[in-house]
């Protein structure tokens, strides 16, 4: 039995292997997690996330905004000039945006309602929500654009701009909560 206590005392270091609890005389104490110096200061730090589940996230999630801002911008440059070339342009843009949006809508589904609900912020189901409502308008949007082009003005450019302002909004608020957490840190 020595020969275990010093083995846990060189592998755990001399500080915790060899300490008594006070308030169970006779029972050593062993740590089964890391020292409170090195846990994490906050539960948001610490979540069940899949690491790539959240890679895939943060690589697919700003590609549909830039679609859906291009889109805008075409849909507003069509509604100047009257030239179909753009509604046509916007409407592919559109399209091509809620293609990729489908993965990281499913990732944030999966992340904020079924595998870490718990730890989930109030900021991230708003933004779940901001996304959802955003990617319903542009699902509208392009039905709009499936029209005749001269019938897409003004409601595309609405529901461009709708489709865009909400998730510019969802960004601006997960942004702020990173700040506020002081997490802007890569893993």
Same mark, same amino acid.
């Given at each position: 039995?020595?020969?275990?206590?010093?083995?846990?005392?060189?592998?755990?270091?001399?500080?915790?292997?060899?300490?008594?609890?006070?308030? &169970?005389?006779?029972?050593?104490?062993?740590?089964?997690?890391? !020292?409170?110096?090195?846990?994490?200061?906050?539960?948001?730090?610490?979540?069940? &996330?899949?690491?790539?589940?959240?890679?895939?996230?943060?690589?697919?999630?700003?590609? !549909?905004?830039?679609?859906?801002?291009?889109?805008?911008?075409?849909?507003?440059?069509?509604?100047?000039?009257?030239?179909?070339?753009?509604? &046509?342009?916007?409407?592919?843009?559109?399209?091509?945006?809620?293609?990729?949006?489908?993965?990281?809508?499913?990732?944030?589904?999966?992340?904020?309602?079924?595998?870490?609900?718990?730890?989930?912020?109030?900021?991230?189901?708003?933004?779940?929500?901001?996304?959802?409502?955003?990617?319903?308008?542009?699902?509208?949007?392009?039905?709009?654009?499936?029209?005749?082009?001269?019938?897409?003005?003004?409601?595309?450019?609405?529901?461009?701009?709708?489709?865009?302002?909400?998730?510019?909004?969802?960004?601006?608020?997960?942004?702020?909560?990173?700040?506020?957490?002081?997490?802007?840190?890569?893993?």
């Amino acid at each position: 039995m020595g020969h275990v206590d010093q083995t846990f005392q060189s592998a755990l270091g001399a500080s915790n292997a060899g300490r008594i609890d006070s308030e &169970r005389p006779g029972q050593r104490q062993f740590p089964l997690s890391p !020292p409170l110096s090195l846990q994490p200061m906050n539960s948001h730090v610490a979540s069940r &996330r899949s690491i790539v589940a959240k890679a895939i996230y943060g690589l697919l999630n700003p590609i !549909p905004f830039g679609f859906f801002v291009a889109a805008l911008f075409f849909d507003i440059i069509y509604a100047l000039t009257a030239v179909i070339l753009w509604d &046509r342009a916007a409407a592919w843009l559109i399209a091509i945006g809620l293609v990729f949006a489908i993965v990281p809508r499913l990732i944030n589904l999966t992340q904020v309602w079924i595998t870490s609900r718990a730890m989930t912020t109030n900021a991230e189901r708003l933004d779940f929500w901001l996304n959802l409502v955003a990617v319903v308008a542009a699902i509208f949007n392009a039905f709009v654009h499936s029209r005749d082009a001269y019938a897409v003005v003004p409601a595309g450019v609405w529901l461009s701009a709708l489709t865009v302002l909400l998730l510019a909004i969802g960004h601006i608020i997960i942004a702020v909560q990173h700040a506020a957490f002081g997490d802007f840190i890569h893993e």
